[in-house]
């Protein structure tokens, strides 16, 4: 490979690292779980689980499925949950038992919902009670043999746990009513696996760890598998960079972001695992107030986040009020941190907010910012260890040092593929040298800067919306004639949807597109902004040219 630069390391980094200390997460997982037994692994709502309880409830799930529910290593088993203490003892006991996971959203709609369990082929779910309604209306259309029902307040305790479960169904009424022919509960499950003898499954490198979906760089919703031989890589590679500043037993870690999203997952739940850190469940971050009541309770050292949620905390009057002398360092993904913010964050708590990227097909991270105080604001920072990065441009030639490329990635954590798509996946994996699709450019210094997105999907708070899948909902109203979706500028959200629209019908409301994509689109993909024209501008072959439509949106409005 022909380099134009030289990578830098932070002091105490090596460039290569020995990725072979653990064959599977089998060896992480004993390991601390042998290690941290004592300390604290999970707390959610007031509970907390040690590292010892977490063990033998993963061994009690582990048996359900193996001996109750007669499922095989290579099965697929989705999850679906907000952050929870059943999370946690279901992911693991999954893993340790060689099932694969397929993490899933749980505001999905049911056609989402469809979509990814049968393309992964799951025979089994976990499933929150608030959503089990959703997946009534699409089971008979999965492979679903065996579900499992688990309500909000279950890990809490027999006081607790039913006070929140009353509150949740009745008061709140947050459980709309479902009918599934059969179904487990969480509670007896862990109950019907505590009979059993647990017996390790054997479990390779090369075997896949998760189905974690994503619409990659264009089009539908894929699974990528990531083996864990990749996670694994990819949690030493951060741990090594990490290790300047954390510390084993002594971590409390905030997790706000979900853990079915591959940020947290990796992040939160398995790099702080290593670490016997005690990691702080946040279930709804969205309620800002509750959220900060909860921080108020902890002297963290580490939280995770998103732009939009550092921005959310930097302005709530009683987050300035907290007590930020044991916190270390923020951690921000999924979407580029603003200045502003980062700036902010660094004045209010007095640490630095520091930025990484990466992407699910990188299980996920492949450049972080340096933790020894060199890190540079605007920049995704350096590559990791056992990471090699190169630019090129559209011809597939490298780009001299300070020109923009699209940025390729080869590395141990690169994913195998996406899941019984091969075609997609050579169109993305070339010679080892994994596509992101990102345009950057390197500094002088060996920084790296995000500066465009050479495909289209639009990044709203750190989730992909792929216009695709917008267009193919709002094409399907019967007073829609044509569609085009683009992203354009949102302070909150970095960037919104937009769908312009050729009516059929000249009755169509704008307030009717969006109640029509509310039924049928997860919030977060619904348009933010949607305006009517007479046509769309295409190729010479009937192609709608997104990028001609969001030049020309530009140039008459602002957002």
């Known amino acids: 490979m022909k380099k134009f630069w030289t990578k830098k390391y932070p002091a105490g980094v090596d460039d290569k690292l020995s990725l072979n200390n653990y064959s599977s997460f089998v060896d992480l997982f004993n390991e601390g779980f042998n290690k941290y037994s004592d300390q604290i692994a999970f707390e959610n709502m007031g509970k907390s689980i040690s590292y010892k309880e977490l063990d033998t409830l993963t061994q009690h799930f582990s048996n359900f499925l193996i001996h109750e529910l007669n499922l095989k290593k290579g099965d697929r088993i989705a999850i679906q949950s907000p952050n929870v203490l059943q999370y946690p003892v ?40 608030n959503f089990a309604h959703n997946l009534e209306k699409i089971i008979d259309e999965t492979e679903i043999e065996h579900v499992i ?40 499950a862990l109950a019907k696996g505590k009979k059993y003898e647990y017996n390790q499954v054997e479990i390779q490198p090369n075997d896949i760890a998760f189905l974690q979906y994503t619409g990659g760089t264009t089009g539908v919703s894929k699974g990528a598998m990531l083996s864990h031989k990749n996670v694994i890589s990819n949690v030493i590679q951060v741990s090594a960079w990490m290790d300047i500043l954390l510390e084993e037993r002594k971590e409390i870690v905030i997790t706000a972001l979900p853990l079915y999203h591959i940020f947290a997952l990796v992040c939160n739940a398995l790099v702080m695992f290593k670490y016997g850190a005690r990691n702080i469940l946040i279930t709804n971050p969205r309620d800002m107030d509750g959220f900060v009541k909860e921080l108020s ?19 709530n009057t009683n987050f300035h009020k907290l007590d930020f002398s044991k916190l270390k360092v923020a951690f921000g993904g999924g979407m580029a941190v603003q200045d502003i913010v980062a700036n ?17 097909e990188t299980s996920p991270v492949v450049t972080i910012n340096p933790l020894d105080g ?50 997609d996946t050579d169109e993305i994996i070339k010679d080892g040298w994994l596509y992101t699709g990102d345009i950057g450019v390197i500094d002088n210094d060996g920084f790296i800067k995000i500066v465009d997105r050479k495909k289209e999907m639009v990044l709203v708070s750190g989730f992909n919306v792929f216009p695709n899948e917008v267009e193919h909902v709002i094409s399907s109203h019967p007073k829609v004639l044509e569609v085009g979706v683009i992203g354009v500028p949102d302070k909150k959200t ?19 597109i969006k109640s029509f994509c509310k039924e049928k689109l997860t919030n977060y993909k619904c348009p933010k902004h949607i305006s009517f024209t007479d046509e769309l501008p295409k190729s010479n072959v009937g192609k709608i040219l997104r990028r001609i439509i969001k030049e020309k ?4 409005n602002s957002y």
Request: proline fraction near 5%; charged fraction near 25%.
């Open 90 to 129: 279901a992911l693991f006991g999954a893993i340790r038992s060689g099932i694969i996971v397929v993490n899933t959203n749980p505001l999905y709609t049911p056609d989402e919902m469809k979509h990814q369990f049968k393309d992964s082929g799951c025979k089994a779910i976990l499933i929150l009670s």
């Open 149 to 188: 029902v688990s309500d909000m307040g279950d890990m809490l305790g027999p006081v607790k746990g039913t006070i929140v479960n009353f509150v949740v169904k009745y008061i709140k009424k947050m459980v709309p009513s479902y009918s599934l022919k059969s179904h487990h509960t969480f509670k007896s």
């Open 297 to 315: 309770k902890y002297k963290f050292s580490i939280i995770t986040g998103v732009n939009t949620l550092f921005n959310g905390l930097l302005n």
């Open 344 to 360: 902010k964050w660094k004045s209010v708590t007095g640490c630095p907010l520091v930025e990484g990227y990466g992407l699910t």
């Open 374 to 423: 060199t890190n540079k604001i605007g920049t995704i920072g350096l590559p990791l260890p056992n990471t090699d990065i190169k630019f090129v441009d559209d011809k597939n030639k490298e780009v001299p040092k300070g020109d923009r490329g699209e940025i390729c990635v080869h590395g141990p954590q690169v994913m195998e593929g996406y899941w019984k798509r091969k075609s």
């Open 494 to 512: 970095t960037e919104a949807v937009k769908a312009v629209i050729v009516k059929k019908d000249n009755s169509l409301t704008e307030d009717e």
């Open 553 to 556: 949106d530009l140039e008459v």
